[in-house]
């Protein structure tokens, strides 16, 4: 009875098996079938008429011009070296990859390659930590893995153990950034970018060697001016891997640039342009039978600045001209120090900033080639002071301050204090001034700065008062501008209580002359003065007058006048304030603007530091009558306020023309 269940178990095993053999031998005939009656006549095309792959057509990046309508951006095609995995030859990229780059060797032409080790034996590691621990996370190895861990890792992943350590280290270069950068069947592999006509000569030459090796069409960023506000305009680079994991992939490749810094980051959504695609139909032995342009590329939009290009060139020439004077003919400690320094020129009434200089400055033409020497250099030359610096801005504060006293009711025009060289209201802490000026009103302090008459009304007004008028002028706020700023802060008791710091009456003194903790960037102190010049009204700066369509034909945005802030400015207390700022001009800086037939409405700063010496600072506005133009200049241990009003006035020169002709009209120049 147990052998016949047996058996029968047996039986029964062996029919699900006869049954599962059955059941594949279906699937398989029914999937023959399909593809000899149904897709028969498809995979009979693949055999006799090729196949077809689509591909990027890349958009032009938009341009970065004046606001004349002249280029700081643009671009110029550009012949680069790809793969198309669909036609190389099975297991040749090795020596297919050593043979490209014999041929750019002997043309003295680079490739790309960014694998973290170094190009001779034996190897170590080089690039970034981040890099290396990239390679060793692509290669599963171990955060603590060695150089030679990696080699041999490398060697085994693309069959490069036969090589010399020469021809290896070559190909291991660019098999490693092929995988990198998801060089698949869809996506090519550029190999080296820019290459001389020669070099694509040869190529073409040799296709029937080099199957599936394309030079393909492609854009490379120049700058024609690339020494005139390189902090503004910004530079583009390949997309680092970070980057491209919060990036849309449906809009960026691996292999894309993105803006870096300036405006061509700011403005990266409409520089971009939209990539088209094109379908390209192969026959069976590779060649191309036909291309059909499924979507057009769409270049980027033109972003037009508000910057002025020659006028961007005599500012930082002036800023330049001054720093050297004084570091040839200054003695010590009264300006040969002088380190960098920034001028900043804004248009009165819609916030366009006309000039931004930094110095010392480089050029992005040469960025990439220069970094090196660029990011260790002397006085930080890649550093934006404009927009990210932030300095105190000493007695050119003191116009905040007597604006709040004149419009709170603290002091009539004619109010005075009594200045006697020491502050004594206070036992504890009596700060001095620079002058004995007796009897002084708020005209002549702010004409010869006198720090005793700031130190009175300051202490009578408050600390929250000084605040209020601070913010109404945008000190330690937010300009509007659209790149990276640094806000600052005006000195307060806030501010110090959060970092711990203990707050005394006497700090309240300090603030009235700019002092203390008040740290303010260039461009808020520019659109400070060009607010006083405006009788109160504070509006947006801004970099961009308008984003136009790549051929000009329309524009797609204009930047808005905004008013941040109005404080109902009087003309009592805007005349009276004019009146101290253009005594300034003949008292503190008088010498500069003797012979200047504009009148010129200023205030000169002479802030501490933490060092031995003083930075210079200086704000004016021009015509005084019907102001135009506002200008802040801060020269870096430049000694006194004055020292940069040398600055300002080459500034004015040239815009007003009094040297250098007539400045142009506003309208943009259509290129």
Known sequence: MADNKELNIAKWRQNLVVLFVVLIALIFFIR???MQIVEGESYRSYLTEGYSVTKTIEASRGDIVDRYGRSFATNRVRYDIT????????????????????????????????????????????????????????LDLADFASAEDVVFRLKEKYDLEEMSDEDFRKVAGVRYEMDRVGYNYVTPYTFAKDVSEVTINIISEHSYYFQGIEIAESYEREYPNGDVAPHIVGITGIIY??????????????????GKSGLESAFESVLKGKDGKIKITYDAEGEIISEEIIEEAVPGATVVSTIDMDLQRVTYNALEKQILNLRNTAQPGMGKESEGGVAVVIKVGTGEILAAANYPSYNLSTYYQDYSALSTAEFAPLFNRATEGTYAPGSTFKPV???AALQLGNIKANSTVNCEHVYTY???????CLGHHGRI???????????????????????????QYAYYYGLGEPTGVEIKERIGQVSNPDWASDRGINWYHGDVLQASIGQGYSLFSPVQMANYVATIANKGVRVNAHFVKSINSHDFSEVLYETPVEVLSDMGMTDYTYETVLSGM???????????????????????????????TVNSTFICFAPAENPEVAIAVIIEKGWQGYTAAPVAKDILQYYFGTESGDTPETDILVP
Request: proline share 3%; with cysteine.
């Open 32 to 34: 023959l079938m399909t």
């Open 83 to 138: 793969f198309d995995k669909n036609n190389i030859l099975k297991d040749s990229e090795n020596s297919v990859i050593l043979e490209l780059i014999a041929i750019l060797e002997e043309n003295g032409e680079e490739w790309i390659d960014n694998l973290p080790l170094t190009k001779e034996a034996p190897f170590s590691y080089s690039g970034t930590e981040t890099a290396q621990s990239r390679l060793k996370k692509h």
């Open 241 to 258: 891997e970070e980057e491209y994991a919060n990036l849309d992939k449906t809009v960026y490749g691996m292999n894309d640039i993105i």
């Open 401 to 403: 301050v007597a604006t």
């Open 426 to 432: 206070f036992t504890d802490y009596q700060p001095t």
């Open 441 to 467: 009103n708020v005209r002549h302090a702010l004409g010869y700065s006198c720090n005793i008459f700031f130190y009175e009304i300051g202490r009578i007004m408050g600390i929250d008062n000084i605040r």
């Open 582 to 612: 253009l005594q300034s001009s003949q008292d503190s800086s008088g010498f500069v603007w003797g012979d200047f037939d504009i009148k010129v409405a200023s205030k000169t700063g002479t802030p501490q530091t933490t060092t031995k």
